[in-house]
C-alpha cells in the first residue's frame, strides 16, 4: 500500500469482490488509496463470508462511503436481484484479493452466489488477483482455471508477487499483484474492447 503511482482509469463504477485470502485485512489501505487518487470513483464493496474474518463490512462501509454486503442470497425475495444489479451496474469489477477457491468456482462456472453468478453473466471487464499459499502458483488445480479464465474476452489476471506466508513463515506465498497494476490492467482491457 506504499504505492504512490495513480495510473490512468477511466472507470467511474467498481464493483470490488473481496474474497477469503489473508490479504482482505489489507483492503482498507488499498480503499483509501483507491478515494484518494480516483475521487470521483464509485465504490460498492461486496465480501465473502471467508473474506469477512479478516476484515468487516463496516470498515469497507465507512471508508467507502456506500454500504458494503456480504455475497449471500436475500433472505427475502425483493424487486431487484443482487446478481443482476451487481453484473449491469458496474463498467468495471475487481476481485481483490482473489483465492483459489473463488477462482476454481468462477473457472468452472459455478454461479453459487451473487458475486459469482454476476461475475458469470457481466460484460464488464473483470480483473482478478490472484493471492495463492505456498506452491500454489505452479499448482495443477490453479493453472488448469488460470488457463480456462483467460480465455474469456473480459478478464484480466494479475500477475501474483512473491510473498510472505504466515504459515510458513516463508516468502513462499503469492500474493496479490499491487492495486494500480490491477487498475492498468482493467484499462487496457477496456481500450482493447472501445477499439474493436
Known amino acids: 500500500m506504499t504505492d504512490r503511482i495513480y495510473p490512468p482509469f477511466s472507470g467511474e463504477r467498481l464493483l470490488l469482490v473481496v474474497t477469503g485470502a489473508l490479504s482482505a485485512a ?24 471467508s473474506a469477512q474474518r479478516f476484515v468487516t463490512l463496516d470498515a469497507l462501509s465507512t ?4 454500504q458494503a454486503v456480504s455475497d449471500e442470497w436475500p433472505q427475502h425475495v425483493g424487486h431487484s436481484a443482487p446478481h443482476v444489479e451487481w453484473s449491469n ?25 451473487p458475486a459469482i453468478l454476476a461475475l458469470q453473466c457481466t460484460p464488464a471487464p473483470i480483473g482478478l488477483a490472484p493471492s495463492l499459499p505456498p506452491h500454489g ?20 489476471i494479475g500477475p501474483p508477487k512473491p510473498g510472505l506466508s504466515i504459515s510458513t513463515g516463508k516468502l513462499d506465498a503469492s500474493v496479490a499483484a499491487p492495486m494500480s497494476l490491477m487498475l492498468s490492467l482493467l484499462e487496457s482491457r477496456r481500450n482493447h474492447e472501445i477499439s474493436q
Open 89 to 113: 451496474w458496474p463498467d468495471s469489477i475487481l476481485v481483490y484479493p482473489a483465492c483459489l477457491n473463488f477462482l476454481a468456482r468462477l473457472a468452472l462456472g459455478v454461479g453459487d452466489s
Open 137 to 156: 502458483l505452479n499448482s495443477p488445480a490453479y493453472l488448469s482455471h488460470k488457463e480456462a479464465l483467460e480465455r474469456r474476452p473480459n478478464v484480466v
Open 63 to 66: 471508508i467507502c462511503g456506500h
Open 26 to 49: 489489507f483492503i482498507p489501505g488499498w480503499l483509501i488509496w483507491l478515494r484518494t487518487g480516483y475521487p470521483d470513483l464509485v465504490i460498492k464493496p461486496v465480501a465473502t463470508r
